[in-house]
């Protein structure tokens, strides 16, 4: 199965797109030499362009083909609803420019996910703003340094990191112009309070820390970290890509963080679009709030006409200056709501992005949380919890455990089986797909060997949670009695494993035309 | 409704299997004094009447299918294919994720390395990356890549004062902790010419905006001589779409090409999820941010695609990786890569035109008006200024309230020389009677 580049469906003329004829009288074009000569774009028809890419998505596995239990991305069911309601009209063909009478519903919908969001975690403001989970990392980082400053401490320059946090985490850190300490994790998955107290002092801006953290461990010691830090003048900074196990759990806020992001993406049940669009809001408590990057949503009480719902202030503007309006006409006439409009925060970072965040991500998590409420989100989180466990359970029997506890919604297994030696976790994840699985999340985080990270998400139902665990005891029996099979895995897939050093050493970027 | 599938049988054989009592017995290592808080969530919803409520909540905005939209400004209202939500509303395409496990993501691959050709083609650069969040933070990973090819002995970034203002400020924010010095924008009078004269060897890029933020075509050539011989990097941020007549950045040897991509094929909603491209010359692509998908062979010696060079990425590096991107764009650049796929070489061409030919028709009409003044002097794309009779903000609100009319961007809310001053934006969505009754409403309400 393989599927031509569209430039080679290309013939010269063609076109899959009708456009209205120019209604207007032509003007003279720009100088020669302001204008492009070529434009080398594919030429093709509607039906060759749709049958490409029907083709091409056939080559893909997602989220509804099968069970896809990448650890730490949380790929639960995405609801078909949230699509639909991201596309209405009155979502998608609105400006953001568009005068604030004008987007009174956009804004709604941002004010209320901002105060749902401000709930869940206890947190006192949150900026939708920011568009990724790093992005949120880099906008939290950068708020705890404003901070500090604000307060005209310019001594502190660190930010400590678990050796088991993201990637994302030290790059964003350094990206704010810190520096970066590694602490270590203890023997049960927590991170070692000696070495935190080791290096805690008055250098540290804060610490960086994902809750459960990347094993899927909830730290046994967390309010005694949060303390510590405190205690240093640091700030915490919680990492909210494991916020699906907390919802209806715990409120960070109360646990001691002081930022946090969200990914809607994962979380909230927005889809990955294969690599994005996310979104990575960022909540503070009060000392921080007027930090936040924005502009945010605020909301302030005024008067409605009753009969054209329009905002009376704007209604008696229009009226002109009249003598006789008195509050008793004005009860009457109005009635009292709510006005939305869009502010910087007092002492903002800045803005991290244009505009004011990705609008159509956030609409799919409000309908997301509006449909499952407290109660439901809570239920999503204990299932995660308890999906994983369950999975755990079974397949610590055959896979190594490092970490062996009661986990969240994840859990991390060393992909080694006793005698099968030359077999590798990237051996097992390769197998998996030819049983129908995405693999899980291999070789991180970096502390355990040989990683397979797995969570199931909510979304499983048992049966595919059985049938996924019966795969890996099979791949384990496999591994002793027929490695090569696990060797030449995957099998069933359109392409089998590709030559990832021969693509860095002479990196083909894009597709050239032969001769 | 919840999406969890399990009966409470199911849930009582899981919970013997782990060994537990109850669900609740799971949670033991989270603080007892904060565990299971109360949540103040408004109730639950069923589907029906939550659609009910979104779409009420929807039409509290007044939408572009309802009123003839005259604003830019750096989103755009352009005319988007059926096929280009029917592509990306498939769900192996939507419900993925990043492509790391190549041998079962060769449709996410293939459609990224198709865009990063069509970009490459568009701008005039060699390599092209998988995407950026939009075209601000674009802009700011192409500052901190100058100062990264500079090995961090030039802190200094020009910045043309036409730039998008948003980008500005976003390049500002990023580089907060970097020590840098932006000079440049800090007056509207700063051309061309001063901007070159600002470029030293301590230097790390300049960068301009072309049509830039007054919707001026600038005549780039020869500048990146004198960005070169101080060897600097020649930033240019460019509307995609007038790549579709114009000149491109690789045409007049721009060193990076950025520029957001909302333009190509994805809706306005509200200001996002959009998508920043990002192209440049190939010496610099080890020192990119983002992720690259390149070609190789599989085992059994067919064409493939894979995420390649990530030794420049988080997710490997660290704390010395190019940045910290991970999560991108990556059903926007594939909605940017159905449109230009569809659109084509005479479509793209065509729809440049219809943008331009009807932004200087209205732009022709409204300087005929009493009281309105156009500089019509220098060339311009799809926008350009028009100075007005009073505020601007309350020429927008009467053209609302009255005709139904989204009106141009405020100059003034971001340039405080340019009080009453509108940017007004025409594409190939606005018909020859939308212009006429834009013209008529500018005459009445100066009258």
Redesign the interface.
């Known amino acids: 199965m393989?599927?031509p580049?569209?430039?080679e469906l290309?013939s010269p003329?063609?076109?899959?797109?009708s456009?209205?004829d120019?209604?207007?009288?032509?003007?003279e074009?720009?100088?020669a030499?302001?204008?492009?000569e070529d434009?080398?774009?594919?030429?093709?028809a509607?039906v060759d362009?749709?049958r490409?890419?029907?083709n091409?998505?056939?080559?893909?596995?997602?989220?509804?083909?099968g069970m896809?239990p990448?650890g730490s991305?949380t790929?639960?069911?995405?609801?078909k609803?949230n699509?639909?309601?991201?596309?209405?009209?009155?979502?998608?063909?609105?400006?953001?420019?568009?005068?604030e009478?004008?987007?009174?519903?956009?804004l709604?919908?941002m004010y209320e996910l901002q105060e749902?969001l401000k709930?869940?975690s206890?947190f006192d403001a949150v900026s939708l703003q920011p568009?990724?989970?790093?992005?949120g990392?880099?906008t939290g980082v950068?708020m705890m340094?404003?901070y500090h400053q604000a307060r005209g401490d310019f001594q502190r320059t660190v930010i400590l990191i678990p050796d088991s946090a993201?990637?994302?985490n030290?790059?964003?850190?350094?990206?704010?112009?810190?520096e970066?300490v590694e602490l270590k994790s203890d023997r049960r998955g927590n991170v070692d309070l000696e070495d935190l107290k080791a290096h805690l002092g008055n250098n540290v801006a804060g610490m960086m820390l994902t809750n459960p953290n990347t094993l899927g461990?909830?730290?046994?010691n967390?309010?005694e970290i949060t303390r510590l830090v405190h205690e240093a003048g640091g700030l915490m900074y919680g990492d909210g890509a494991n916020f699906n196990a907390l919802?209806?759990?715990?409120?960070p806020a109360?646990?001691g963080f002081d930022i946090m992001h969200f990914n809607l993406?994962k979380t909230f049940?927005t889809?990955?679009?294969?690599?994005?669009?996310?979104?990575g809001p960022v909540g503070a408590t009060k000392a921080l709030a007027d930090f936040l990057?924005g502009p945010i949503v605020v909301a302030e009480e005024c008067l409605f006409d009753t009969v054209t719902g329009e905002r009376w202030e704007d209604v008696k503007d229009a009226l002109g200056e009249e003598e006789g309006w008195d509050e008793e006409i004005e009860e009457t006439l109005c009635r009292k709501g709510l006005w939305y409009r869009l502010e910087m925060p007092a002492r903002s970072?800045?803005?991290?992005?244009?505009?004011?965040?990705?609008?159509?991500?956030m609409?799919k998590a409000?309908?997301y949380?509006?449909?499952?409420?407290?109660?439901?989100?809570?239920?999503?989180s204990?299932?995660a919890?308890?999906?994983a466990?369950?999975l755990q359970?079974?397949l610590k029997k055959v896979y190594p455990l490092p970490y062996d506890r009661?986990c969240?919604h994840e859990f991390v297994l060393e992909g080694r089986i006793e005698g099968a030696e030359g077999i590798r976790a990237l051996d097992i994840?390769?197998r998996l797909?030819d049983y129908g699985f995405?693999?899980p999340?291999n070789y991180?985080p970096l502390i355990v060997r040989e990683a397979l990270m797995i969570e199931p998400t909510?979304?499983?139902?048992?049966r595919t949670l059985d049938a996924f665990a019966q795969a890996l005891i099979r791949i384990a029996q496999e591994a002793r009695e027929n490695p090569q099979l696990l060797h030449d895995a995957?099998t069933k897939?359109?392409?089998?494993?590709?030559?990832?050093v021969?693509?860095?050493r002479n990196?083909?970027?894009?597709?050239q035309r032969q001769g | 409704m919840t999406y969890v599938p399990h009966t409470e049988a199911e849930r009582k054989e899981m919970l013997a299997q782990i060994g537990v009592q109850q669900i609740e017995d799971l949670f033991q290592t989270v603080p007892e004094a904060y565990r299971f808080p109360h949540i103040e969530l408004p109730k639950p919803l069923s589907e029906l009447e939550l659609m009910a409520e979104l779409r009420e909540m929807s039409e509290e905005n007044t939408d572009l299918q309802h009123a003839a939209c005259f604003l830019g400004a750096g989103a755009y209202y352009h005319f988007v294919p059926s096929v280009v939500n029917h592509v990306i509303s498939r769900s192996e395409f939507y419900t993925a994720y990043t492509p790391y496990q190549p041998e079962v993501s060769q449709g996410t691959l293939q459609s990224i390395f198709e865009y990063q050709t069509m970009i490459c083609a568009l701008t005039g650069m060699d390599v092209s990356n998988a995407s950026h969040y939009d075209g601000a933070t674009a802009m700011a990973e192409a500052v901190i890549m100058s100062l990264s090819v500079a090995r961090g002995r030039r802190k200094k970034v020009v910045m043309s004062p036409t730039i998008h203002p948003e980008y500005r400020e976003t390049v500002r924010t990023y580089t907060r902790g970097m020590g840098v010095t932006i000079v440049g924008d800090e007056s509207l009078s700063n051309d061309l010419g001063a901007l070159a004269n600002m470029v030293d060897d301590e230097t790390a890029c300049l960068i301009v905006q072309n049509p830039d933020f007054l919707g001026r075509i600038l005549d780039l050539k020869g500048l990146a001589d004198i960005v070169h011989a101080h060897r600097a990097l020649f930033v240019v941020c460019c509307d995609p779409i007038s790549l579709g007549m114009l000149r491109p950045p690789g045409g007049y040897d721009a060193d990076i090409a950025i520029g957001e991509g909302q333009s190509l094929g994805n809706p306005l909603s509200f200001g996002g999820p959009y998508l920043g491209f990002f192209a440049c010359k190939k010496e610099y692509v080890h020192r990119t941010a983002g992720r690259l998908v390149g070609q190789t062979v599989d085992v059994r010696g067919n064409i493939g695609y894979v995420l390649t060079l990530s030794t420049r990425e988080q997710h490997i590096r660290r704390e010395r990786a190019t940045s910290n991107i991970c999560t991108n764009q990556g059903l926007n650049a594939l909605a940017a890569a159905v449109y230009l796929a569809a659109l084509g070489k005479c479509g793209l061409s065509k729809v440049a035109r219809l943008c331009y030919h009807k932004a200087h028709h209205a732009a022709r009409l409204i300087a005929r008006l009493d009281r309105y003044e156009v500089r019509l002097a220098e060339p311009f794309f799809k926008e350009f200024v028009v100075r007005c009779p009073m505020p601007v903000e309350e020429l927008n609100a009467t053209l609302l309230d009255d005709y139904g009319i989204i009106g141009g961007f405020d100059l003034g809310r971001v340039y405080p020389d340019m009080a009453n001053h509108m940017l007004l934006c025409v594409t190939e969505m606005n018909t020859a009677q939308e212009i006429e009754a834009l013209v008529e409403a500018l005459e009445e309400i100066a009258a």
């Open positions: 393989s599927e580049i569209i430039y290309s003329g063609r076109c899959a797109v456009l209205p120019l209604d207007v009288p032509e003007s074009l720009p100088p030499s302001l204008l492009r434009l080398d774009l594919p030429e093709v509607e362009l749709i490409h890419y029907v091409l998505s056939r080559m893909n596995y997602g989220v509804d083909v896809y990448l991305c790929m639960k069911y995405n609801p609803v699509e639909d309601a991201a596309r209405l009209p009155g979502f998608t063909a609105i400006h953001p420019y568009q005068p009478k004008s987007v009174q519903g956009c709604q919908l749902f709930k869940l206890g568009a990724a989970g790093a992005q990392e880099l950068l340094r404003a993201h990637g994302t030290p790059a964003s850190t350094t990206m704010s112009g810190y970066m461990l909830f730290d046994e967390l309010l919802m209806g759990v715990a409120k109360e646990l993406h049940s889809p990955h679009g294969g690599g994005g669009p996310g979104a990057p970072i800045g803005r991290v992005k244009s505009f004011y965040g990705h609008f159509g991500v609409v409000y309908a949380i509006r449909m499952l409420g407290a109660e439901g989100l809570k239920e999503a204990l299932a919890v308890l999906n466990n369950y359970s079974i009661i969240m994840s390769k797909i995405h693999p999340t991180f909510e979304t499983e139902s048992k995957p897939t359109p392409v089998g494993r590709l030559d990832e021969r693509a860095a990196p083909v970027l894009r597709w």
